[in-house]
């Protein structure tokens, strides 16, 4: 797992545990805990920005409509991972819609004031923020550039080596990712089609570069995903 990669993911799991209301006395009772059913919207675009989020089940997908309607999906988000943080920067309304992906998606909201309060307190937490909102919006900027100049099997083994650096499980020789994607979900963060992920991925399992189910994905050798 690469550094860069390696921090952004623990100090985003981190965070979770620091920051969740129910776990910080004295402001626990004004930040009640909020269920979603699947397809239900956190937020949307123009909403005013007055939250940062955690997810305490389930998994919220962030997103933004193009100009012709069609859906760009930015992130998958999943347990114990925080969302709407550009709040932090000054973000005035929502530039991203969140939605629910899962039957019952349970999240923390905390007030954008209450967020600053403790960052105030706290320079090792808002140095922490500070940081995931970088790797973030750099993240952004890889994928973005990736949409426009890379072919389609790129973007979806860039993807897989992304996830294993964030996410992965060394096991021996090999790299575990447990997976709570589906191909759908791939082709949407990779802007390709459901059919041209499952093609890829099944050629590089035929390979025995991977292999993978309904719950993980297990790279054989990172060497040769490429």
């Given at each position: 797992?690469?550094?860069?990669?390696?921090?952004?993911?623990?100090?985003?799991?981190?965070?979770?545990?620091?920051l969740c209301p129910h776990k910080i006395k004295g402001i626990e009772d004004d930040?009640?805990?909020?269920?979603?059913?699947?397809?239900?919207?956190?937020?949307?675009?123009?909403?005013?920005?007055?939250?940062?989020?955690?997810?305490?089940?389930?998994?919220?997908?962030?997103?933004?409509?193009?100009?012709?309607?069609?859906?760009?999906?930015?992130?998958?988000?999943?347990?114990?991972?925080?969302?709407?943080?550009?709040?932090?920067?000054?973000?005035?309304?929502?530039?991203?819609?969140?939605?629910?992906?899962?039957?019952?998606?349970?999240?923390?909201?905390?007030?954008?004031?209450?967020?600053?309060?403790?960052?105030?307190?706290?320079?090792?937490?808002?140095?922490?923020?500070?940081?995931?909102?970088?790797?973030?919006?750099?993240?952004?900027?890889?994928?973005?550039?990736?949409?426009?100049?890379?072919?389609?099997?790129?973007?979806?083994?860039?993807?897989?080596?992304?996830?294993?650096?964030?996410?992965?499980?060394?096991?021996?020789?090999?790299?575990?990712?447990?997976?709570?994607?589906?191909?759908?979900?791939?082709?949407?963060?990779?802007?390709?089609?459901?059919?041209?992920?499952?093609?890829?991925?099944?050629?590089?399992?035929?390979?025995?570069?991977?292999?993978?189910?309904?719950?993980?994905?297990?790279?054989?050798?990172?060497?040769?995903?490429?």
């Amino acid at each position: 797992m690469s550094e860069p990669t390696q921090l952004w993911y623990f100090e985003n799991v981190d965070l979770f545990n620091i920051l969740c209301p129910h776990k910080i006395k004295g402001i626990e009772d004004d930040h009640p805990m909020t269920k979603f059913k699947k397809d239900e919207f956190v937020y949307f675009p123009e909403e005013a920005s007055h939250y940062i989020y955690m997810i305490a089940e389930g998994r919220v997908k962030i997103g933004s409509y193009l100009e012709d309607g069609k859906e760009s999906v930015k992130a998958i988000l999943s347990k114990g991972e925080i969302f709407g943080e550009l709040a932090l920067t000054g973000e005035d309304k929502r530039l991203d819609f969140a939605q629910a992906m899962d039957s019952e998606t349970i999240v923390c909201p905390m007030t954008l004031g209450d967020m600053k309060t403790l960052m105030a307190n706290n320079k090792p937490l808002s140095f922490k923020m500070m940081k995931l909102i970088g790797l973030r919006l750099r993240k952004t900027e890889r994928r973005l550039e990736s949409l426009v100049f890379k072919d389609a099997r790129t973007r979806i083994v860039e993807f897989l080596r992304d996830e294993a650096n964030e996410k992965g499980k060394k096991i021996g020789f090999e790299m575990m990712i447990p997976s709570h994607l589906t191909h759908k979900d791939i082709a949407a963060l990779t802007g390709t089609s459901r059919q041209t992920v499952t093609t890829i991925l099944n050629e590089l399992r035929e390979k025995n570069i991977i292999n993978f189910d309904r719950r993980k994905i297990l790279i054989r050798d990172m060497e040769l995903l490429a």
